[in-house]
């Protein structure tokens, strides 16, 4: 039969066609029209969307009221939450394998790092590169072989990384518990130091050899341009490691102030080798006061040697604020409306260092940098003697270096609208420095408040605060002592006629002294204790004072005399009481924690009155006694304390104040 073309079943099976895989994924679970329900039996399956009737249509019947957005509004908020939250991943590192993914640098691997170098600067994905990541004898090694082959500066950046983390990986591979140290200073440092030795390179050879002066105008030796490259290059790649937060940024930044600070005056190549360096950070500089500080100093001390250098007519260093005050507004505030004037010498100055190519960088890049303080950071400007410069001789602001303000320096582009505009905003900040710099000098204090008794007891008071806040009481020496507080509070004594005439300064030392020991704004028990140390030792003085006036009686009136000392009242009994009356803290609040703690400083102050003969008990009790604030207290409570007569606005007298003085009296007895 297969002769005459028919085929047998089996010859017909094996050739009918294939039609695909079975429609038949036990594995999905998702396929739910294989599934032999009794609803798919009788009807077929009826394909029903997720979301039926959400993908179009009007949602004018759907109820959303704010309940309902919420909740959505809360789990969308709680999704994200936890989508970016890292995983704790302390307990379970990924383990770097030194063996598989790095080699360490041999003399005998030269021709594999030209060849991994090169395809590090070239298109080769990091991917690749990763698998064997090389690691050289010292760290700073690869800086220059980054700058060599002039690899990107993303690339550069990851070959840190990747350094980083084998030495990481082999620190904890040492010594489990060891501190994790920093790894942004460790390569600040390294990166810094690197940076150091090529600049002092370059600074050998513009120096040039010792008695020929500068080389400058000679052929620039091999290993200078090496210098130099190297500098360019990780100049660049600091800069983008410091964007990226792999450096330390206020050591870096230091560092910088630091190079700047020690460039000579006359290598003038070295500094505009770092004036672009400079001006680059200049919006991380201003953020902060004490660096600003600094730096406007330096630029201070440049500009006025320029000056100085370039004409010997130049008038002299002014003292504070008087380069910016009115005697001289042609230099100071700049009018295009003003007449014609004739140049001054500064403005001659300026006039032949835009003309010469070698100092014209100096002078516009110095005075941007000045400028740019001036409009962020004006108190750094301003005359402080709490942020003099360590390193100046001259206390007060930068600006006193200057021979003229910032507002008259010379700016790119001349003199257009944007420039004038800009000069206007300096000028006005500078008014401000004046203003500042002016209260700082006399402590905020306005000058018919100076030239009275009350200025000056304001005067003492502060001054008093500052001695206070400055004292370091952990540490006793010969320039940290109590003694050395006392005389900087109390100075020389003067004379007294009688215990009575006490010093209006003094009686408002005393005051602040109480409210310093009492206050929540500070901080230590020790305060007590030092507060009572002062009165005790300025009672002493009093009392010192009051019998050497006695030298003159004899021997029995002398003897009446001390007696009659010892029994009288101390001296600061009475502005003691006062402060207790006035200006004690009272507990109005149980649960206010200041309160509480106010409260405490108050009685362990006393105490310590108390303790050293400075507050008399018994004759504060006498003293509550005669003014009658114990006679609406029961005899089963203990006497009182007037410490809130004057708080009647707030609380009635017969019954909140005899409380209050009450709980103030029950803790002074009980001590």
């Not at 969308?76 to 302390?90: S, Y």
């Amino acid at each position: 039969m297969a002769a005459f073309g028919f085929l047998s079943y089996e010859q017909r099976s094996l050739k009918r066609p294939r039609l695909g895989p079975p429609d038949v994924y036990p594995q999905d679970p998702k396929q739910k029209e294989d599934e032999l329900t009794a609803v798919n039996v009788k009807q077929g399956f009826n394909n029903q969307p997720a979301f039926s009737g959400d993908e179009h249509g009007s949602a004018r019947n759907i109820v959303i009221n704010p309940a309902k957005i919420g909740a959505y509004f809360s789990s969308i908020l709680a999704e994200k939450l936890k989508l970016n939250t890292f995983q704790d991943t302390g307990k379970k590192k990924p383990q770097v394998n030194a063996k598989d993914n790095y080699w360490l640098v041999t003399a005998r691997s030269q021709s594999a790092i030209h060849i991994w170098f090169t395809d590090l600067a070239g298109n080769k994905p990091l991917t690749v590169l990763a698998k064997k990541v090389p690691i050289l004898s010292k760290k700073e090694e690869a800086f220059a072989y980054l700058a060599k082959y002039s690899v990107p500066m993303l690339r550069g950046a990851w070959l840190i990384k990747m350094t980083c983390a084998y030495y990481a990986a082999i620190s904890e591979a040492k010594i489990k518990k060891r501190q994790a140290t920093d790894p942004n200073l460790e390569w600040t440092q390294i990166l810094t130091r690197y940076l150091r030795e090529q600049l002092v390179k370059i600074a050998e050879h513009y120096h040039g050899p010792a008695g020929q002066g500068p080389a400058s105008t000679t052929t620039v030796p091999p290993e200078v341009e090496q210098a130099i490259k190297q500098w360019e290059y990780n100049e660049k790649l600091a800069f983008y490691m410091f964007q990226d937060g792999m450096l330390e940024r206020h050591e870096y930044l230091t560092w910088i102030l630091d190079v700047l600070e020690k460039v000579r005056p006359a290598d003038d190549e070295l500094l505009k080798l770092l004036l672009p360096l400079m001006l680059q950070y200049s919006e991380e500089f201003v953020q902060s006061a004490y660096l600003s500080r600094r730096l406007a100093y330096f630029c201070a001390r440049r500009l006025s040697v320029l000056l100085s250098e370039n004409s010997a007519n130049l008038v002299p260093a002014h003292s504070p604020h008087v380069i910016i005050g009115p005697n001289n507004v042609p230099l100071a505030a700049p009018s295009p409306a003003a007449p014609a004037v004739v140049m001054s010498p500064v403005q001659s100055a300026f006039s032949d260092f835009h003309s010469c190519p070698q100092h014209r960088p100096l002078v516009y890049g110095l005075s941007c940098m000045l400028q740019t303080i001036t409009l962020c950071c004006p108190s750094a400007l301003v005359w402080n003697y709490s942020m003099n410069d360590s390193k100046s001789s001259n206390p007060g602001s930068p600006l006193d270096l200057l021979q003229v303000a910032p507002s008259c320096l010379p700016m790119p582009g001349g003199n257009s609208a944007f420039n004038q505009q800009v000069r206007a905003k300096i000028y006005e900040v500078e008014q401000q420095i004046k203003q500042r710099g002016r209260a700082v000098e006399v402590r905020w204090s306005f000058d018919k408040c100076q030239e009275s008794t009350a200025g000056f007891t304001i005067s003492k008071v502060l001054h008093t605060l500052e001695v206070l806040d400055r004292h370091c009481f952990d540490r006793s020496d010969s320039s940290n002592s109590l003694d050395s507080l006392y005389h900087k509070i109390f100075g020389t004594s003067q004379s007294k006629d009688s215990q009575e005439q006490i010093a209006p300064n003094d009686e408002a030392v005393v005051t602040l002294l109480c409210e310093w020991a009492v206050s929540c704004k500070r901080c230590g028990k020790h305060r007590a204790m030092a507060v009572a140390k002062l009165l005790e030792k300025r009672q002493a003085e009093f009392e010192a004072e009051r019998c050497g006036e006695s030298e003159v009686l004899d021997e029995k009136e002398s003897i009446s005399s001390v007696s009659l000392t010892g029994s009288s009242l101390p001296v600061f009994q009475n502005i003691l009481l006062r402060f207790l009356d006035t200006q004690a803290p009272v507990l109005t609040d149980l649960n206010n924690e200041n309160e509480k703690a106010e409260f405490v400083n108050l009685v362990l102050l006393f105490c310590e009155f108390i303790r050293h003969d400075v507050f008399s008990h018994d004759a504060y009790m006498c003293t509550l006694i005669s003014r009658g604030d114990l006679t609406s207290v029961t005899t089963s409570a203990r006497p009182r304390s007037p410490v809130a007569d004057n708080s009647e606005e707030q609380y009635t007298k017969e019954h909140d104040d005899n409380l209050h003085g009450v709980k103030l009296e029950v803790k002074l007895h009980s001590l």
